[in-house]
């Protein structure tokens, strides 16, 4: 809305953006895809962040996230002497070897999973 001398109008309709409304489904593990036409409509990228907003008569926003999401402060407490123990004993690093990736391959090579399969409630 725009204001004139105290007045106030809308602009003509092929000035304003155009509403975008999609649907999209809930997988049995409560995931969905954003559609295209959201993603276009608010430029999103692979990685990008986005932010749920609700109100409480139920109407929900969905934004990018521009703003970084508070860390895990246990997290960056372990990563931060990680670092320290990489730098000062840079000879404990070792390359990853093909015998340790042979051995992880054995361990997990044959699990199957279905990405649809409703997790267990002490996974939720």
Known sequence: MHYLGGMSFLPPESAMSAPVEDVSRLTARYQTTVPSAVRRHLKLGKG???????EPGGRVYIELAVEPTP??????AFLD???????SHPEHLAAFDGALA???AELVGDVEFDLDQPLCPDDE
Do not use: K, V
């Open 48 to 54: 990008d962040q986005i932010r749920y907003r609700t």
């Open 71 to 76: 860390s895990d402060p246990a997290l960056g």
């Open 81 to 87: 002497l990680l670092e320290g123990d990489m730098r």
């Open 102 to 104: 042979d051995r992880l």
